[in-house]
């Protein structure tokens, strides 16, 4: 078990383009979540899937954002059309229960330039 | 709506010191709350988590107590060391709900 991975780690990007950044939960966690952190700022919750079933959904992810976790397992995160208001850094979590609390990720750093 | 503030927002120490770091939240029907750490730049790492149930948890020179009444939590922090030095984050869930409801932070600076 190496814990919550996210790749990529730093991403640069121009305005307009689209994006892509993908979680590996801990193998035996069903449940992972999405944040976004700007500078100073606490996390902010975006969504969250029980398997692969997106069950909650922040008013946060505009339409341009949309997430996926087809069989269960790893989750990917678009972000279509970027602005530089999604400059931020975008952290994953999973838990196997959540009397157990997060376990959450380094993050991957988008920059929009 | 949930709310989580953290006093202060930073605060330098010299090496040593005991210190203690606060949170407060608007709404005591919380489910459990978790103190993070953040070294800059990077991602989030779980120091402890208390449960509902539960008063206070313990982890080395860590100490996380929790008083539901008066929606408050502390984190004390033992004999501090340089290498303390980074974000100390608050966040709760509530009965319902899997989100996780963060503070802004405390930034600790211990200085040898």
């Known amino acids: 078990d190496t814990g919550v991975s996210q790749n990529p780690r730093h991403k640069i990007t121009k305005r307009g383009q689209n994006v892509t950044f993908r979680c590996d939960p801990i193998s035996e966690h069903n449940r992972l979540y999405w944040y976004r952190q700007t500078l100073g700022q606490g996390p902010e919750f975006l969504t969250y899937f029980q398997n692969e079933a997106q069950l909650e959904k922040s008013r946060l992810l505009s339409d341009r954002f949309s997430a996926e976790r087809p069989k269960g397992s790893f989750s990917t995160l678009e972000i279509q059309r970027t602005e530089q208001g999604d400059s931020a850094m975008y952290l994953c979590?999973?838990?196997?229960?959540?009397?157990?609390?997060?376990?959450f990720g380094s993050g991957t750093r988008l920059t929009v330039v | 709506k949930q709310e989580v503030t953290q006093i202060p927002a930073a605060l330098s120490v010299p090496e040593g010191e005991n210190l203690v770091l606060n949170c407060s939240f608007t709404?005591?029907?919380?489910?459990?709350l978790q103190w993070f750490r953040q070294d800059p730049g990077k991602g989030l790492t779980s120091l402890l988590l208390i449960q509902s149930s539960q008063r206070e948890q313990t982890s080395g020179r860590l100490n996380a107590s929790l008083d539901k009444s008066s929606g408050r939590s502390t984190l004390y922090i033992a004999a501090s060391q340089p290498g303390d030095s980074a974000t100390y984050l608050c966040a709760n869930t509530q009965g319902g709900s899997e989100k996780l409801v963060f503070g802004k932070g405390t930034k600790l600076t211990v200085n040898p």
């Open positions: 709404d005591s029907a919380i489910y459990n």
């Open positions: 979590a999973s838990s196997g229960a959540l009397s157990y609390g997060y376990t």
